[in-house]
């Protein structure tokens, strides 16, 4: 049986807010706010839990090497670590900033997945986001692919494929910009990709005040390095002025999960046209859930993450939509998902409120934290480590979690050398936990 396995991120011990995020208004908003690493992780570990209890497979996926020294010393910085660190605090503090971002949390920009229901060799197929719209995001995905590459090891179930190039040509957000949409999940699916701007030709409609992220050139050569044919693919242009509010990936104002999509009604260009393409190739009927501006505005919608919320197929045919918080605390939002979404005529049956706050003060709500993949028995039976949560890796990591973790941690504080020592140690032992082998640079050194 072909399940969805959501992979969420854990939250790594240098979480802070440093404001990094251009376009990501909760992400401007909080920076230099003093952040809790430990709650974070834990708010996070718990969601994972909470799912895992209700019977949704969960698996885990760990954070990034930070800070990474490497880049500091790549880009000129030398001397022993404190020295590097003391300097790049001095002369480049937005650098150093960048180098200790926790951003790999978001788990949903961290790959594509295309599972093996859909692809021609009938293996699962992988491709690591580039994410070459931001430097601090640029500087993950070497690791990524090791990670991904050490948990899907079996070359008889699992495909990896080469990061795209890292020009502006090929920016690749990873899934937070695409959506399978299908009956069950053991069915063929079609591949809706969504994208902000188009690198060669178009017609130049774009926003004005925020980046277009993702290209229409880099959904295209994922689907093309998976084997994806027309008929199993949509592109649609997110629109530029929900970009503009602060949208910057699709998945901040659409989620989609079997045959249903729930969106704003600004989230697509195209909106008439997309769900024309969709109804046209899928083979089971499509649902949508169309909210209306008139009833949650785009102000509302990126202040609650509505639409980053986990959409979770249920065994009877039901759905349950797991929100942030902070969408119990807007009017608007609280309205919908209680008279418009679960009194509407659709699948959607629960709602379930997650306090992931310390992740959505720096622009990422519940759905960023995982990645999807959708697995088959014998594919969840080959995967490598011990990546899928149950509940003693739950104790262990938690246990992990508030021996290593720091309950505070304001910018200023990344200069400090020992924080660097107490990351690599606690990366260290969590390779161990997860039986990872070595996946850090530090341990490949």
């Known amino acids: 049986m072909v399940c969805e396995v959501n992979f969420d991120g854990l939250v790594g011990p240098t979480h802070n807010y440093s404001g990094l995020a251009h376009g990501n208004v909760a992400s ?10 430990r709650e974070a992780a834990l708010q996070g570990l718990e969601k994972m839990k909470s799912l895992m209890d209700a019977g949704y497979a969960q698996g885990v996926l760990p954070p990034q090497q930070r800070p990474d020294l490497g880049a500091l010393r790549a880009l000129g910085f030398t001397g022993s670590d404190a020295r590097v660190l003391s300097r790049a605090a001095e002369e480049a503090p937005q650098v150093l900033r960048a180098v200790c971002s926790a ?6 920009n961290a790959a594509t997945v295309t599972p093996s229901v ?4 009938r293996r699962v197929h992988v491709t690591p986001a580039n994410l070459q719209s931001s430097f601090h995001r640029y500087l993950e995905p070497e690791t990524t692919a090791r990670v991904l590459a050490a ?6 179930h699992f495909a990896h494929h080469p990061v795209l190039p890292s020009t502006p040509a090929f920016s690749d957000e990873g899934a937070a910009n695409h959506t399978r949409l299908c009956g069950d999940h053991g069915e063929a699916g079609v591949h809706l990709y969504v994208y902000g701007r188009q690198a060669f030709g178009g017609d130049g409609v774009e926003p ?16 093309r390095q998976h084997g994806l044919c027309a008929a199993q693919t949509v592109f649609a242009q997110q629109h530029p002025d929900a970009i503009d509010a602060g949208v910057f990936h699709n998945d901040v104002i659409a989620v989609g999960n079997g045959p249903v999509l729930l969106y704003h009604e600004m989230a697509f260009r195209d909106e008439q046209g997309t769900l024309d393409a969709l109804r046209a190739k899928m083979a089971t009927p499509l649902i949508p859930v169309r909210v209306p501006a008139e009833a949650v505005s785009l102000d509302d919608a990126v202040a609650s993450y509505l639409f980053n919320s986990q959409l979770l197929s249920n065994p009877d045919g039901t759905m349950t939509l797991v929100v942030p918080g902070e969408c119990q605390e807007r009017e608007a939002v609280w309205r919908c998902l209680q008279g418009h979404l679960l009194a509407g005529s659709n699948p959607i049956a629960e709602v379930v409120v997650k306090d992931v706050k310390q992740s959505m003060r720096n622009g990422g709500g519940p759905a960023c934290l995982r990645l999807r993949v959708a697995l088959s028995g014998e594919e969840r039976a080959a995967i490598a480590g011990r990546v899928l949560l149950d509940d003693a890796l739950h104790f262990d990591l938690t246990t992990w979690i508030e021996r290593h973790y720091r309950d505070r941690l304001a910018p200023a504080d990344l200069a400090d050398p020992q924080l660097a020592h107490e990351t690599l140690t606690a990366l260290d032992e969590l390779t161990r936990i997860l039986k990872l082998g070595d996946v850090y640079p530090f341990q490949l050194a």
């Open 28 to 37: 401007m908003t909080h920076e230099g706010l003093v952040a809790n690493p």
């Open 103 to 108: 951003s790999s949390m978001w788990t949903a």
């Open 118 to 121: 859909d692809a021609p060799d």
């Open 151 to 156: 948990i899907f090891r079996d070359e008889r």
């Open 208 to 223: 004005r005040r925020f980046p277009a992220r993702q290209t229409l050139e880099a959904s295209q050569a994922v689907a």
